[in-house]
């Protein structure tokens, strides 16, 4: 651990100081200049917060409150005393920026660092960032936490394959942080150019959703490159918290990330109701920065779905831990008053070998209680007898609804030629939304 008296406090210990960190937060934010933070928090008294669960009295923040006081109409401190700002591409319109102080910047090391210690880095590393530098908040973050810790970076920027594998070699990187879809052309570069025995142990990726699949197939390759076990872990981060390095997955439990939260406070809540759901079950993930100066954000909505997890891990932090995100609140459907995640149904049918991996699901509001039809395709022509009864069976598990089940023969169901695959359909009268030939 980087900072074990933090990493493997005590649950007790460690609501006490979040209690009265939250405190704190609600006087400064109460008392700074900014009109945004005096009318969110009007009719909140500070005195009224002193533990986690006063969180709850708390109003939320979003994406479009930090784009409507665009540039710094949000920040708890004068713009003087901020030392750097990021900025991220909004999907129309305005970018989103954000600022810190030199002690924010600080901290930002300090998690990241936190975050390479997870996935075994060492301060004698050689640490090859391969994430972009500049706006984006990638590059710089794993930059300072790497010197935080005491390796040696190599700021390599995203680009030229060629250099990067020159010096990933000649320089004996042991660690490379990259998004997972550049880690991956580097390794395919790399086995192609017939390089062998590179010295990474692991890979910090992050910045783009990659499945537990595409982390076999990741790991699989720079395990062939190296000549021996390499490892990828998952870096959780958004930069209207403060970049990378808000949750980290440990080498030793993959799947699950640690929330650094002696310094962002999760909650997860049903994104229908607003209200936290116990721990276990999934929803929006909600975060609160309780340290952060220039740009303190009160229950962020994230948009990530996941869930939360208490416990003391075997790598031995404490920090409660989210799962992988799975994916967007926006995707979101309600099926009969059940919360149902596109992703979790792409899961099950991913697991089924006897699938080709084509799939629809159409949502049937043609009745009052609405349905959930899944559609998918064999590889082949004939589906295997009782499969869709399985997936059934596996899906309704997971779910926690019954879908109807429907097997097809391959190229069967629409394709998307241009742009994002149209995965969800809605049905609402007795026009078939994917067009299939009628089986009756
Ligand atoms: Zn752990």
Request: charge should be negative; hydrophobic fraction near 40%.
């Amino acid at each position: 651990m980087f900072r074990a008296e933090a990493e493997a406090a005590s649950e007790s210990a460690r609501r006490d100081v979040q209690g009265r960190q939250l405190h704190e937060l609600v006087q400064v934010l109460k008392n700074c200049r900014s009109d945004f933070w005096l009318d969110r928090l009007d009719g909140i008294e500070a005195a009224d917060i002193r533990t986690v669960d006063d969180l709850q009295q708390l109003p939320f923040t979003t994406k479009a409150d930090l784009r409507d006081n665009y540039p710094w109409g949000m920040l708890a401190v004068p713009r003087s005393l901020t030392v750097r700002a990021h900025a991220s591409s909004g999907t129309s319109g305005r970018p989103t920026i954000v600022a810190y102080t030199s002690r924010d910047v600080t901290l930002f090391a300090e998690v990241v660092a936190r975050s390479l210690v997870c996935a075994g880095a060492r301060s004698e590393d050689v640490l090859h960032v391969a994430y972009g530098y500049g706006l984006f908040t990638g590059g710089l973050g794993l930059h300072y936490g790497g010197e935080k810790l005491g390796a040696t970076v190599i700021p390599a920027s995203g680009g030229n394959t060629e250099l990067q594998l020159q010096l990933l070699t000649d320089l004996r990187a042991d660690g490379l942080a990259a998004t997972p879809s550049f880690a991956m052309l580097l390794a395919e570069r790399a086995a192609h150019q017939g390089l062998t025995g590179l010295n990474v142990r692991y890979l910090v990726c992050g910045a783009e959703p990659w499945s537990e699949g595409f982390r076999g197939k990741l790991e699989a390759a720079w395990t062939e490159l190296a000549g021996h076990p390499v490892i990828a872990r998952d870096i959780y981060g958004l930069s209207e918290v403060i970049g990378p390095g808000v949750a980290m997955e440990c080498a030793e439990s993959p799947g699950s990330l640690h929330v650094f939260d002696d310094h962002f406070l999760p909650e997860i809540l049903d994104p229908e109701t607003d209200k936290r759901v116990p721990d276990g079950q999934r929803g929006e993930l909600v975060l609160t920065t309780v340290t952060k100066e220039a740009l303190p954000v009160v229950r962020y909505r994230t948009g990530d779905v996941t869930a939360l997890q208490r416990g003391t891990c075997a790598c031995g932090r404490t920090h409660p831990r989210i799962a992988r995100i799975e994916g967007r609140t926006d995707d979101m459907l309600i099926v009969r008053g059940v919360n149902v995640f596109p992703r979790e149904i792409e899961t099950v049918l991913l697991e089924a070998e006897e699938l080709n991996g084509a799939y629809a699901i159409v949502v049937d509001r043609r009745e009052t209680m609405v349905s959930l039809d899944i559609h998918a395709e064999v590889a082949g022509t004939v589906p295997p007898e009782g499969l869709a009864d399985h997936l059934r069976h596996r899906l309704t598990s997971r779910l926690r609804v019954t879908p109807r089940v429907t097997l097809h023969p391959e190229d069967t169901l629409p394709r998307t030629a241009v742009g994002k695959v149209k995965r969800v359909y809605e049905r609402l009268d007795d026009t078939d939304p994917l067009g299939l030939p009628r089986s009756d």
